[in-house]
């Protein structure tokens, strides 16, 4: 049997394919309910007032965001906090300049890479050279 603490609550349980423990099962289901009745009668609300009114943590919103279940769709003023720097999105896991900046890192880093293997080339170009002299 496969036990692990609850990531979110601490709690030692079972492990599963949400990785969460039965009572968060629960209360999660349970804040879903509550984020989505509110939705309905608040069309405008952003992910603040949710947050305020319902007491259920942005975090926890933003996961049920996240995994579709609340649909933003409908919810003009909705949006929630990208990953890197918090800035409020409405898509994705990041907002335009974080994934533009990371995009920018991964070329860098692919641009090392690229570096780190030229010098070897670059020798084994010379011993040719070298060869090719040889043979004369
Ligand atoms: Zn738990
Ligand atoms: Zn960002």
């Known amino acids: 049997m496969n036990i692990d603490n609850c990531p ?50 942005i975090k926890e919103i933003t996961r049920f965001i996240r995994e579709g279940r609340i649909s933003i769709a409908n919810a003009p003023n909705m949006m929630y906090p990208c990953e890197v720097c918090g800035t409020l999105i409405r898509e994705g896991h990041m907002c335009d300049s974080c994934r533009s900046r990371l995009t920018k890192d991964l070329m ?11 010098p070897r080339k670059d020798s084994a170009g010379a011993y040719r050279a070298v060869d090719k002299l040889r043979g004369q």
């Open 8 to 57: 979110r609550c601490g709690r030692i349980y079972i492990k599963n394919v949400i990785e969460l423990c039965q009572s968060c099962v629960k209360e999660l289901e349970h804040q879903y309910e509550i984020c989505v009745k509110y939705l309905r009668e608040h069309r405008t609300a952003t992910i603040q007032e949710l947050s305020d009114a319902t007491e259920i943590s």
């Open 108 to 118: 860098n880093a692919s641009k090392e890479a690229a570096a780190s293997e030229a």
